[in-house]
């Protein structure tokens, strides 16, 4: 075998070990898919926060607007707590759901399966324990489970 092609394999090898070790983070990786998929219906200029939108609701599915994701403080509201698994439920491809059918905010993740489901293991490696769950199921050991690093 060639140096150039051991080099080549041995830098390939690196650079993957390195991507599948590296911590997911809201500010490197999250943030960034959320402002290119997510924010025109959840953004700060045009959404409602999580109470107002249930105040009324029917005002702004006319307007097909969502409630307000567009920080980290915002976003980590529909993971662990109050409104407990709503992320994970939304975002899911269809593995996890009790009617195998994928959440419904699992088509925005991107234009092509391959994008959808590459976004999908990013934000389930962020959350850390991808459970469906709502406050009322959900146990302390989940709890623990979940990361949402900043
Ligand atoms: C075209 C507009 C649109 C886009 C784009 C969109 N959403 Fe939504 N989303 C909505 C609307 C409207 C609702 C409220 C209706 C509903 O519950 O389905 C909603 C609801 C949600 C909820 C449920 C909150 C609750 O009530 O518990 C979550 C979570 C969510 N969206 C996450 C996302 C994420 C993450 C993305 C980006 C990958 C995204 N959405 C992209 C319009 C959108």
């Given at each position: 075998m060639g140096k150039t092609v051991l080099a080549v394999i041995i830098f390939m090898f690196l650079v993957v070990s390195s991507v599948s070790s590296e911590e997911i983070t809201y500010r490197k990786h999250i943030k960034p898919i959320f402002d290119s998929k997510?924010?025109?219906?959840?953004?700060?200029?045009s959404a409602p926060e999580y109470y107002a939108f249930k105040e009324e609701q029917d005002k702004w599915l006319a307007k097909g607007q969502g409630m307000r994701m567009d920080t980290y403080s915002h976003l980590i509201f529909y993971t662990?707590?109050?409104?407990?698994?709503s992320i994970m439920r939304r975002l899911d491809d269809g593995k996890n759901t009790k009617d195998g059918k994928p959440g419904n905010?699992?088509?925005?993740?991107?234009?092509t399966e391959e994008e959808r489901q590459r976004n999908l293991e990013i934000f389930k490696k962020w959350v850390g324990n991808w459970t469906l769950k709502r406050w009322a199921e959900i146990t302390k050991e989940d709890m623990n489970g979940i990361k949402v690093k900043y």
């Open positions: 997510c924010i025109a219906c959840h953004g700060a200029n662990a707590w109050p409104d407990t698994g905010m699992y088509k925005y993740l991107g234009s």
